[in-house]
């Protein structure tokens, strides 16, 4: 049925409001990270995370029992599923279906999920985190590059996304290499160790297209209370530094990466189509970013277009992670409109926690 043209406006307005909301949020965190980097939020403990298990996949198995060992999570909050052949998607009745399972056995205290396995990554156009998260959204695989659902989270003050929103957040941990998973949970530990001198990079690249979040990025400076500077450059490349705590440009490929020391705890994104098809190859995957030495990253799973609210929001992203917030939820604060979006890493990792 096709709907009438007052319904039609009314939808239309609608998003139009939601997208200014957006924006002055956005633009209204521009200075944000100074003025709140000291206020110790609590992050998200271990009590709060579930993780689930992919016992059809002998990785998943062996990096979630690493993962429950490190982060003390405790057995109630493990989940064990049965996903065979390692699929890149599933259908949205399938994640219907895992989803069920993974909630049925999950208490209200519960406010975040983090699934262990590198694919399944998408449903359909959504990435697997976003779909499980806020429900599969078919019309924006209709049009791919039409505006997504805003997130209630977006920016929020919540702590207790479950709670307050009805929405357990999600993250992917990656387990190609059963040992590069172990390292990167290692990273994720050490970085609630303590604070570590680190700057926050910021790229404006050569790939126009692909620079819509420049206009968020922190003023360059100094953070004294979080030994923490930010700068902001005109460079396609970053190279031979060894101190980054946040690294977001704006690249197909990102290259260089090896050349990088990355913190205990350190956050690192690319805007670009498809970095969220973790095994594709078009383009750079997120996990290259993992492999680097990052401890969280996000990428798309299906041609976004490049709508900044799509991506991590760097004032927002900067703002709630030196504000306490551990990585997954100051990841999915940041974006505005997550549904093609996948995020990936070790969600407890928080070095400016509350201690």
Known sequence: MRPTLHAYLGARLRAFLLCCLSLLCAAGALHAPYALAATGASALTPRQLAIVINDDDPSSVAVGAYYRKRRAIPAANVVHVRIPGKPRTISPARLRLLKG?????????????????????????????SAYTLGFDGSQCAKTCAAGQPSPYFNSKSARPYTDHQMRISMLLPTESVQGAKDLIDRGVAAGFRTVPATAYYLATSEKARNTRAGFFPRPGRIPGRRLATRVMQADVLEGAKDVLVYQTGMAQVPKLETLGFVPGALADHLTSLGGDLLGTSQMSSLRWLE???????????????????????SVLLRHYLSGNSAIEAYWKS?????????????????YRSR
């Open 101 to 129: 399972e993974i909630d049925s056995q999950l208490g209200p205290d519960i406010q975040a999920v983090l699934m262990v396995w590198t694919a399944p990554y998408a449903v359909d156009c959504n990435s697997i985190t």
């Open 292 to 314: 680097a030495g990052a401890t969280a990253s996000y990428g798309t799973v299906s041609e976004p277009c490049n709508h900044w609210q799509k991506f991590p929001n760097p």
């Open 335 to 351: 974006v505005a409109w997550p549904t093609q979006g996948l995020f990936i890493g070790e969600p407890l990792a928080a070095p």
